[in-house]
């Protein structure tokens, strides 16, 4: 084999304007286009890390946002603004939250409202930029659990007949009596990946390799191809079942490349067969190398069926390596794309100043930073979660490394992301190596970018606006008129004219959430009572593409929550259940609605708007449907009476076959002719569920009924001796003010709440203590730091309601509720000469709880059973690297998970994994 000397590399910086040796002409043409290219596609990347890798229906999700520009992951400067949206397993966005971003980076949370139903969610971020090129939005799956039933949607749960197997000769095909590396890809009936072995046979049935895969699905095996043979896999799956595949077809004459990746160079091989090599004989070929931003070429003449040589990884930052051989007329011939681990990461050291505490025991965690063996300072974020509460292997978390490095820049769904990054062992980067075969994904093809002409469209949002239209009574624009914007509270005043449609923008405004606006029409008395103002979106949310993975995940999901019972065919019940009551089709003839008809014969069940309930149950029935989990909120009357077979009233033990979603009772409905021309979906009027949660509209609130509001109380709502509602801060400019004289015996004294003539004993002396303060299940809130805009319900607790939070509730208790979403429009969405309206603005995260057990205080009485002990979104270390937390461990035992996450100044990413005991 003929060996290409190394200097006939030479490394260009495709962003920047530096020059490059002339060569072949046609290769010069693609660089030339290639650095066009990444000129004007600079692609933007956000990754989020959150505190816990599921939740529970209640909590909190508490993340922090790292935005990068460009191939090398540098800090990103483009904008200042990111969305963030939690999508529900419907492809609905049911919240949505505007951050600042500041430095490359922003942190939030996400309320989840304890009436939220199980699923697979999805949280999406992006910038305005990135919808230049979609496929960099940030779209993560997170389970979701409670107690309300399974929200599954319109989840597309069906599944291949049999199991698959792919197969990818490296360097793109198969050639006559060249050895061929072969990656193979079995994917299971779920479309992920499924352990399988096999051989290989020739069309004589001779054997010539055999093959095992490591448990997703993936390896390689080597076979050498004869000429005029084909060739097959014969494969067992691990789920019992077989095939017989063929591979690709084994072209006559080619060149390919090989690849071996080792500890300190990426050895390149290009080999051909001996009639390739007669019919190119002294034919230039080229080799681009490319990584990151960088692009190295290689041209040498074709003189020997196997030439090779060795490239130095330390040249390229770590992340995938594309590898591509182009003829002596620029066309491309054979391509391997490589990931390469260098010591250019963010190195961390997570340690404690003890390895063993006690429970409520003050910790203390050491960090270090470093780059290139050299103290670096880091912008990073820590979790601590307790893994008897929140178990979780590291294999499968989405990291910063994972995310940036691999699961960004390779096609289709990454399993177990992080298992490649873990630990640096021989077998895992075999792994890794079988992924970049299998999954290797291309951001540009050769062939494309040499006739692309597409350019960015979207600019990068530096702030925020708003934006209106004005017409006159008649609907006809208004044009070249004079708009003021005014803010309620303060009263600062921006103008802007109509345009000659009639429409403003206002531009460079930046606001919190929930700031109250008001627009003006200006001119004659006239002219102002006949204007008529109308607030638009200044842009568009990106539409919300389904995800079948999303969709495997929830249905894996649901027979979870179920635990794995079969929910079972149309017209049987899962395992031994009988029904408590039946209804056949002759009880239900005589009515026009299903309703109606089961209302009148269903013992114990009661219906709200539509929506079914046992008697003495605050939360609604599971509903069934021809064998599948239809969820609570169903619009039974879609049902046809002449349809139903029969219904089934499952309570109690019965209705533990569908487990925890069964605790509110269960409706099996079993149809005639099939439900699936009927239009099931949730009701959208019934205001009880968290995608339909209660929203301040044209200054009224709807409420189904006195217990059907949102609430972060523990008990739930309906457990409070008074609850006031969003109308009542309409108009406040503090909650404070607000709260001052409606909350029955409660004064505020200096921001204080206390109840009463309520006297408690505390430490030998007496005194009134202050109200114990909850603000979306988090205690220790302050009400002077909340936006009373940004609140749905207050409530006061007091006695009996008080006891569920223990000595901490001796005091009374308010639990403040904030809205889970704020619409760009609360107010009327028009209004004849002015109109006043609260705007989607900025959203203020909220500080994460974390109790001190070093004093006095009413902590100290109440239950800390928490799964996150401790989040700081903002840890920035000092010159030497170093940086400091501490917290206080729960009640909890166990083994505790420290998680810690950031950036360099230059984009070096880093991740680590500590863990500590407490007896």
């Given at each position: ?9 030479l ?9 490059f040796?002339?060569?072949n002409p ?7 286009k290639?650095?066009a ?8 990347k956000?990754y989020?890390?959150f ?6 229906a ?8 790292y935005?990068?520009?460009g191939?090398?992951h540098e800090?990103s ?8 949206d ?10 949505n939250i505007i ?8 942190w ?7 009436t939220?139903?199980?699923g ?14 979609p ?38 095909e ?14 299971g ?5 499924m352990k ?17 895969s ?14 005029g043979?084909?060739y097959?896999?014969?494969?067992a799956f ?8 063929a ?5 006559d ?7 071996t ?19 190119n004989?002294?034919k230039?070929?080229n ?11 290689v041209t ?18 770590s ?8 003829s ?5 011939l054979s ?5 390469l681990?260098?010591q ?5 050291s ?11 025991e ?21 979790a601590v ?6 178990p979780?292997?590291?294999d499968?978390e ?16 990454i399993?177990?992301p992080?298992y490649?990054f873990?630990e ?8 890794l ?8 994904y291309?951001?540009f093809d050769w ?19 708003i934006?209106?239209?004005?017409k ?15 803010t ?17 923008r206002f ?18 008395s ?7 103002i109308?607030l638009v979106?200044?842009?568009?949310e990106?539409?919300?593409e389904a995800?079948?993975l999303t ?8 027979k ?7 929910i ?9 259940v009988?029904?408590?009551?039946e ?17 009148g014969?269903l ?8 929506i ?7 939360y ?18 879609n049902?046809?009476?002449?349809n ?12 533990d ?5 069964g ?14 021309g009927?239009d ?8 009880y569920?968290?995608q339909n949660?209660?929203k ?20 739930g709502?309906?457990?409070?001796d ?10 406040a ?17 200096n921001g ?18 202050p ?6 299940g988090?205690p220790?809130g ?9 609140v749905e319900?207050?409530?006061v ?7 569920i ?7 009374g208790v ?8 704020s ?7 028009s209004s004849i000469?002015s109109?006043r ?12 709880y ?10 100290a ?8 002990l ?11 690297g170093?940086?400091?937390f501490?917290f206080?461990?729960?009640d909890g035992?166990?083994s ?17 994994v500590?863990?500590y005991n407490v007896?």
């Amino acid at each position: 084999m003929r060996k290409i000397g190394f200097f006939a590399i030479l490394f260009v910086i495709v962003c920047n304007s530096v020059s490059f040796s002339q060569g072949n002409p046609a290769l010069q043409n693609i660089v030339t286009k290639l650095k066009a290219y990444s000129a004007s596609h600079i692609a933007e990347k956000a990754y989020l890390q959150f505190d816990k890798p599921y939740y529970t229906a209640g909590d909190t999700m508490y993340f922090k946002a790292y935005m990068t520009i460009g191939e090398r992951h540098e800090l990103s400067k483009t904008g200042s603004i990111l969305h963030v949206d939690l999508i529900d397993p419907s492809n609905i966005i049911v919240n949505n939250i505007i951050l600042h971003v500041n430095n490359s980076m922003a942190w939030g949370d996400l309320s989840l409202p304890d009436t939220l139903k199980a699923g697979a969610y999805r949280i999406r971020a992006y910038t305005r930029y990135m919808q230049n090129e979609p496929r960099y939005f940030f779209d993560k799956t997170i389970a979701i659990s409670s107690s309300h039933g399974i929200n599954s949607g319109e989840v597309d749960t069906r599944q291949a007949v049999n199991p698959d197997m792919q197969f990818f000769p490296e360097g793109g095909e198969l050639v006559t009596s060249v050895i061929s590396k072969v990656a193979f890809k079995a994917i299971g009936t779920n479309g992920m990946g499924m352990k399988a072995k096999g051989t290989i046979v020739d069309n004589a049935n001779l054997q010539v390799a055999t093959f095992s895969s490591n448990d997703l699905g993936m390896g390689f095996f080597y076979i050498q191809p004869e000429a005029g043979k084909t060739y097959k896999a014969k494969i067992a799956f691990a789920n019992g079942t077989q095939s017989t595949i063929a591979l690709p077809v084994v072209a006559d004459k080619g060149i390919v490349l090989h690849v071996t990746d080792t500890t300190d160079k990426v050895g390149i091989e290009i080999v051909c067969n001996k009639a390739y090599l007669q019919e190119n004989m002294n034919k230039d070929i080229n080799l681009l190398i490319y990584s990151n931003g960088l692009l190295s070429q290689v041209t040498t003449k074709l003189d020997n069926k196997e030439m090779g040589m060795d490239l130095p990884k330390a040249k390229f930052p770590s992340g995938v390596l594309r590898i591509t051989l182009f003829s002596q007329d620029g066309e491309p011939l054979s391509e391997r794309l490589v990931f390469l681990k260098n010591q250019d990461m963010l190195n961390l050291s997570v340690s404690s100043d003890k390895p063993l505490y006690k429970t409520r025991e003050k910790v203390t965690v050491n960090l270090f930073s470093k780059s290139k063996g050299v103290a670096a300072g880091g912008f990073l974020s820590a979790a601590v979660v307790d893994e008897s509460k929140v178990p979780y292997r590291d294999d499968d978390e989405t990291t910063i490394l994972s995310y940036l490095l691999l699961s960004s820049e390779l096609k289709g769904y990454i399993e177990k992301p992080n298992y490649y990054f873990v630990e640096n062992t021989a077998r895992r980067d075999k792994d890794l190596d079988a992924l970049m075969l299998t999954q290797g994904y291309r951001r540009f093809d050769w062939k494309q970018l040499a006739t692309d002409t597409t350019h960015y469209t979207y600019a990068p949002e530096k702030s925020l606006s708003i934006s209106g239209i004005e017409k006159n009574s008649a609907g006809a624009p208004m044009a070249n008129k004079d708009v003021m914007l005014l803010t309620t509270k303060t009263g600062n005043m921006l103008g802007e004219k109509t345009d000659k449609s009639g429409a403003f923008r206002f531009d460079n405004i930046d606001f919190e959430e929930g700031t109250q606006f008001a627009l003006q029409a200006t001119g004659s008395s006239k002219d102002k009572n006949s204007s008529v103002i109308a607030l638009v979106k200044s842009s568009p949310e990106p539409p919300v593409e389904a995800d079948p993975l999303t969709d495997q995940y929830t249905a894996q999901l649901m027979k979870t929550f179920i635990h794995g019972q079969k929910i079972g065919e149309p017209g049987k019940l899962p395992g031994n259940v009988s029904a408590d009551q039946e209804l056949g089709s002759a009880d239900l003839n005589g009515s026009t609605t299903l309703t109606a008809a089961l209302a009148g014969h269903l013992n114990g069940v009661t219906f709200n708007s539509g929506i079914p309930y046992l008697k003495g149950n605050k939360y609604p029935m599971l509903i069934v449907v021809d064998g599948k989990i239809r969820g609570s909120l169903v619009k039974l009357d879609n049902l046809s009476t002449q349809n139903i077979s029969k219904v089934q009233l499952l309570k109690g033990k019965n209705a533990d076959a569908y487990g925890i979603n069964g605790s509110s009772g269960v409706l099996v409905i079993n149809t005639v002719g099939g439900s699936s021309g009927a239009d099931l979906n949730a009701q959208n009027d019934y205001k009880y569920e968290a995608q339909n949660a209660v929203k301040v509209k044209n200054n009224d609130v709807h409420r189904a009924d006195d217990d059907h509001y949102r609430s972060s109380n523990l008990a739930g709502p309906g457990h409070a001796d008074q609850v006031l509602h969003a109308d009542a801060f309409e108009n406040a400019t503090s909650l404070i003010t607000a709260l001052n004289g409606r909350l029955r015996g409660v004064d505020f004294e200096n921001g204080v709440a206390t109840l009463r003539g309520n006297a408690v004993v505390s430490g030998g002396g007496g005194g009134v203590q202050p109200m114990y303060i909850v603000v979306d299940g988090v205690p220790g809130g302050s009400l002077e730091n909340i936006n009373p805009h940004n609140v749905e319900t207050v409530e006061v607790l007091k006695g009996a309601n008080a006891s569920i939070y223990g000595v901490a509730g001796g005091p009374g208790v308010i639990v403040i509720t904030t809205r889970q979403q704020s619409d760009d429009i609360t107010a009327v969405s028009s209004s004849i000469g002015s109109l006043r309206f609260r705007a989607h603005g900025f959203y203020k995260a909220r500080e994460f709880y974390s109790p001190k057990y070093d004093v006095s205080s009413a902590a100290a009485n109440v239950p800390d059973q928490r799964s996150t002990l401790y989040w700081n979104p903002n840890i920035v270390t000092d010159s030497n690297g170093s940086a400091t937390f501490q917290f206080y461990n729960p009640d909890g035992r166990g083994s505790k998970r420290v998680i810690v996450e950031g950036v360099d100044a230059n984009g070096n990413v880093g991740w680590q994994v500590y863990r500590y005991n407490v007896e």
